[in-house]
């Protein structure tokens, strides 16, 4: 839905950076014999050629265009080279034009306030460059004008075709034009230079728009293509909008601008200035009505958001027609390569970037094989993300199963029973609520090395520097108000913001955590992977999962056992346990969770037991992972141990990787004489699924 905001300022400078033709021109730079030659980048499927998704303006002068396949291009211009997009896990593979659009922001980013809309496209607040620029070097004081800056597209400017060039430097270089209109002007001249050093260091030309806010910017930036600029003056606002076609306008391409064609009779912006603003609220609502008011006047106070890097990251492929999955075996097949390429882009992400996504969020399109108009909506599902590819494809697999049981319920409820047949037609993965995560962290190794000595380690280690944060903020979606952290640390920070002394509390919960989620599938139905019941009101034990717009939230239907689930609330669902939701942001010390008192006491009795243990076979770990149970007046601290082979090592691959190998090295066995454990030495015991509640 549109939200109306209105305009902090009419003196903003933005712009709207957009890519020419972007993948061929990054196909063109790959294989420079490409240049000048009519050019298609089409998908890597064979029929028909292949979809064009990307048209060059060389083909263009010959009427190739996008709606074609390469066949078809090819009959109308025998000369076009069609590139196919490069193929990793039988799907399309984006990377290269990803990477090859950063290039370009981190150019653009360097003169103002950037928001990466796109692969190919950016928002720029040029505001304070153009007010430092107006008072330091006004237009007027410059002697000799860029070429580029004096091929600008001024709106409302008239004049011969022979004397456009000598109209737009009068314009430019005006002394008493309006201060807005000397901004703008100063962003010409800002813009120019970005887009000259671009194709400069990328080799890459873009077209942009200049205006007072983005919607008029965006509206600007194609209409000189391709490697030109067009500014909106103040005085040819109105003139822009009044003939554009009022589904051309952004978020009015749907119902809403079918709505104003069909029952105002509104065909073009400017049809929307015979309505008062009452009137479209009381047709629209207060804040739907209030933007048609603002955008029919070219109204629009959205800011520019400073991000250059993408808020989400997201892997998915279409199945037409025949083509659909009609099995769990097929869906999991493609999910599988779905969760390998998103969990690579999610640890690159974490690597270079410092970010760490949240949200886990799957879509997907179903038609009914035995139904004529067959496009159903099928529910998108999200829940907490767990990093590492398994984790991914176990719970995407998870939200599938519910969203298509959701889908099948709605169906038959519909339609009666026996619309059992099923098919996808797209399906894709997605992870988002992405995160910066706080610098200063650095080796594990830095805390152990400040301990006494009488925990020394088996084996030493390399300081190294790791620069992962260890913290996080609290996953999307709620949890069971019964989930205590028992094992977050309480401990103080360090001079140099070293908190890598929570990792190994970190790996005994996350150990914890498998162990409950064992428990809980014992007490759930497997989902048949061969068939869905057409039918598919939810079971009593199996969680249900809300769809996305709503908080996530994993409903315990357990009703015959309430009197357990009382007692061990420790327990969570399944899907939800992840390490890195441990990872709470704190600013010098962490806090926690007070436990029910019996419980902490049980926690008390078997943690003391643990730290009688060896240090030669055991894991030290400080004691405020439980809770700081001793205090002394030196604000000694009392370590504790945790028994080696008791942690499950799978839950290390849930850590940055820098912290992986560190982790691991405490985790490898280690040789001693009795390899047997007295049942309730250590506090995983205290977890068991077996022990009698």
């Not at 790959?30 to 048209?55: E, S």
């Not at 190794?445 to 190294?464: G, N, T, V």
């Not at 929570?502 to 996350?510: E, K, L, P, T």
């Not at 006491?601 to 894991?619: F, H, P, R, Y």
């Amino acid at each position: 839905m549109p939200v109306a905001r209105p305009e902090s300022s009419d003196s903003r400078v933005i712009a709207h950076v957009d890519m020419d033709c972007f993948y061929v021109q990054v196909e063109q730079r790959r294989q420079p014999d490409l240049r000048g030659q009519p050019t298609a980048v089409v998908q890597y499927n064979a029929w028909k050629g292949g979809g064009l998704i990307a048209v060059g303006y060389e083909a263009r002068k010959f009427g190739v265009k996008r709606s074609m396949r390469g066949d078809e291009a090819k009959s109308v211009c025998p000369e076009i080279q069609l590139v196919t997009v490069p193929v990793a896990r039988g799907k399309a593979d984006l990377s290269i034009y990803r990477n090859a659009g950063s290039e370009v922001v981190a150019i653009l980013s360097r003169k103002g306030r950037c928001e990466r809309a796109s692969i190919d496209e950016v928002y720029l607040d040029l505001t304070e460059a153009a007010e430092k620029m107006l008072s330091e070097t006004p237009p007027e004081s410059v002697e000799a004008i860029n070429d580029e800056v004096i091929k600008s597209h001024v709106l409302g400017l008239s004049a011969e075709p022979s004397d456009v060039r000598q109209t737009v430097r009068e314009w430019l270089c005006q002394r008493n034009a309006d201060r807005r209109d000397k901004l703008l002007a100063c962003g010409a001249f800002i813009v120019a230079e970005l887009r000259m050093q671009v194709l400069k260091e990328t080799q890459f030309t873009c077209s942009a728009g200049i205006a007072h806010n983005k919607m008029l910017a965006k509206l600007a930036s194609g209409m000189n293509k391709p490697a030109q600029q067009t500014v909106v003056p103040f005085a040819s606002v109105e003139s822009l909008l009044d003939p554009l076609p009022i589904r051309k306008m952004k978020q009015l391409g749907g119902k809403l601008g079918h709505s104003l064609q069909d029952d105002l009779g509104v065909n073009t912006v400017g049809d929307l200035l015979q309505f008062s603003e009452e009137k479209l609220q009381d047709r629209y609502g207060i804040n739907t009505g209030t933007w048609l008011w603002n955008i029919a006047r070219g109204i629009n106070g959205d800011e520019v958001e400073s991000r250059v890097l993408p808020k989400s990251h997201g892997t998915g492929k279409t199945f037409p027609g025949r083509n659909c999955l009609k099995t769990i075996d097929g869906i999991e097949r493609w999910l599988s390569k779905f969760s390998e390429e998103l969990a690579e882009r999610l640890e690159a992400d974490l690597e270079q970037n410092k970010r760490i996504a949240q949200t886990l969020t799957l879509h997907a399109s179903a038609s009914k094989a035995n139904e004529a108009q067959s496009q159903k909506k099928f529910p998108s599902k999200s829940c907490p993300l767990r990093y590492g590819t398994n984790k991914i494809l176990e719970d995407a697999l998870n939200l599938f199963q519910a969203g298509l049981r959701e889908y099948l319920s709605s169906s038959s409820k519909a339609h009666g029973n026996g619309c059992s047949g099923w098919g996808i037609t797209n399906l894709s993965i997605s992870a988002s609520k992405i995160v910066d995560i706080p610098s200063g962290t650095c080796s594990i190794m830095k805390y152990f090395h400040s301990q006494d000595q009488r925990y020394p380690s088996s084996k030493e280690f390399d300081d190294k520097e790791i620069h992962e944060s260890t913290a996080l903020s609290p996953s999307v979606g709620s949890e069971s108000s019964s989930r205590k952290h028992l094992l977050e640390p309480e401990t103080e920070c360090s001079k140099d913001g070293t908190k890598m002394n929570i990792v190994m509390n970190i790996v005994m919960q996350a150990h914890l955590d498998d162990k409950s989620r064992m428990f809980e599938e014992k007490t759930q139905t497997s989902f048949c992977r061969e068939s869905l019941p057409s039918s598919t009101s939810a079971k009593k034990n199996e969680p249900q999962l809300d769809s996305v717009g709503e908080e996530t939230v994993i409903k315990d239907a357990i009703s015959g056992n309430r009197s357990q689930d009382q007692k061990g609330k420790a327990f969570k669902e399944k899907g939800t346990s992840s390490i890195l939701q441990f990872f709470q942001t704190q600013n010098c010390s962490s806090s926690i969770q007070e436990p029910k008192e019996e419980t902490v006491n049980a926690i008390q009795e078997t943690a003391e037991s643990s730290c009688s243990g060896k240090a030669d076979d055991t894991v030290p770990l400080e004691s405020g992972g439980i809770r700081n149970m001793h205090h002394s007046a030196d604000q000694s601290r009392v370590a504790c141990m945790y028994k080696i082979d008791e942690i499950d090592p799978n839950v290390v691959d849930e850590l940055p990787r820098e912290i992986q190998e560190e982790v691991r090295a405490w985790l490898r066995p280690q040789k001693r004489a009795n390899n047997t454990t007295k049942r309730g030495s250590s506090i995983t015991h205290y977890f068991s699924p077996n022990k009698n509640m």
